[in-house]
Each structure stands twice: as C-alpha cells, then as structure tokens.
C-alpha cells in the first residue's frame, strides 16, 4: 500500500525573494506563471550559492584583511565569468532566459563591488602619489559609497524606461 501524495502547491514566490531590483522581481514573476518548482528550487539554488561566494569575497577583505582591494579588483572579473559559464549551467539547460535573469542579478552585485573597487583604488592611487619616497602604502578597504545605485533606482530607471517606450508597468 502506499500513501496518496498530496497535491502539489503552486510555486507562489514572494516578489522580493530574490532582491528588489527589477530583474530580481522579474524573475520571480516569471518563476511563478512557470509554477515548476525544480526550476525555482534551482534557481535559489544558484543564486544563494552566488550570493555566498560575494559575501565571502566580501568579508575577507573587509573583516578579515585577507583580500587586498588590488586582489578583490582581479578576482570580481574571475567571478562574473564564472557567474556566466558554469554556475548557471543547470538552469540553461531548463530555460535559458531564466538562467540569463539569474546572472543579470548576481551581476548587479558584482557590479556595485567593482564601483566600490574602484573608488578605493582610485584613492589608493591619490594617496600613495602624496606620500613622501620610501614611505609605506596605505591600505584602503572597498566599503559602501555613499551614492549606490539601490534596487529602488533601478525601479525608477526601468518605471521611466517603461513609460518612454509606451509599455505597461506591470511588475512594481
């Protein structure tokens, strides 16, 4: 004898499962008209695993001073092509688009550590051509800027975007 399985649910995501940013939002409206809950279970999959990687990245060189920003500079590169190639592989093999909505997430992450990199490198660079010859480099961590681009700007650019091309604002 077995047991009758009980009906299965619909895939009903919460709109900021994945962010707030429109391509996370997205994502999850997509996953849920889809309602295949191996398709969404593998895509929080891949992006919980992307998002521990940058978090990772992240503290080593912020709490732990194991990263130099110089270093954390070449490893993002490293990590978006990762993102593109091999860890969205499960996914493209079920739907591409959501595999590419899944990048363009964990990118948009990668995408404010390269502008916090950046900034300190910039101000490494400043500084190290004040500094007296022989005297030591100074370290200076990527922390957050004061003007981020937030999920909430983003939602304005593509409210503006959609109202210029004349489409419906559906999603937010």
Known sequence: MSSPRKPVKDVALDANTFGDTPAAIY????????????????????????RELISDLARAHLEFDALTTKTLA???PMLSEYFHN????????IDSHIADLAINVL???????????????????STARNLPPG???????AK???NEITG?????????????KGKPDTLY
Do not use: F, M
């Open 135 to 141: 005297a030591s480099k100074q370290w200076i961590p």
């Open 107 to 125: 990118e948009g992450s990668l995408k404010t550590w390269k502008n916090r990199v950046q900034k300190a490198r910039r101000t490494e660079r």
């Open 27 to 50: 994502l999850v409206e997509l996953l849920n008209n889809r309602n295949d809950h191996v398709l969404a279970r593998k895509t929080a999959k891949v992006l919980a695993e992307g």
């Open 152 to 164: 909430e700007v983003l939602r304005n650019r593509s409210k503006k975007y959609l109202q210029r």
């Open 74 to 76: 070449r490893l993002i």
């Open 86 to 93: 091999k860890s969205v592989t499960p996914l493209r093999i």
């Open 144 to 146: 957050p800027l004061s």
